[in-house]
């Protein structure tokens, strides 16, 4: 699970395993976790976050979609 940001209380990361799927990113803070889709991005799912917060982690991964985009395909590169 390599975490490839952290900002504030949030934890940019995604699972090995998850090389079958589209570019995404889970993001963790204490005990809830969210996944975003992030080409284009769009919340896949949420646990935990109210409305608020997932409106700043969209923005933060806003901010941060290139670099996001960028470890994700240095990572699952082949």
Do not use: C
């Not at 949030?10 to 799927?21: A, H, I, K, L, T």
């Not at 646990?47 to 960028?70: A, K, M, Y």
């Amino acid at each position: 699970m390599p975490t490839v940001l952290r900002t504030g209380p949030y934890r940019f990361f995604f699972y090995s395993g998850d090389r079958e799927e589209p570019p995404h990113i889970h993001i963790e803070r204490d005990d809830n976790e969210a996944k975003f889709w992030t080409d284009p991005i769009r919340l896949q799912n949420s646990g935990g976050f109210n409305r608020s917060e997932i409106n700043r982690i969209q923005t933060l991964i806003q901010d941060n979609q290139e670099h996001l985009l960028r470890r994700w395909n240095e990572f699952f590169s082949d």
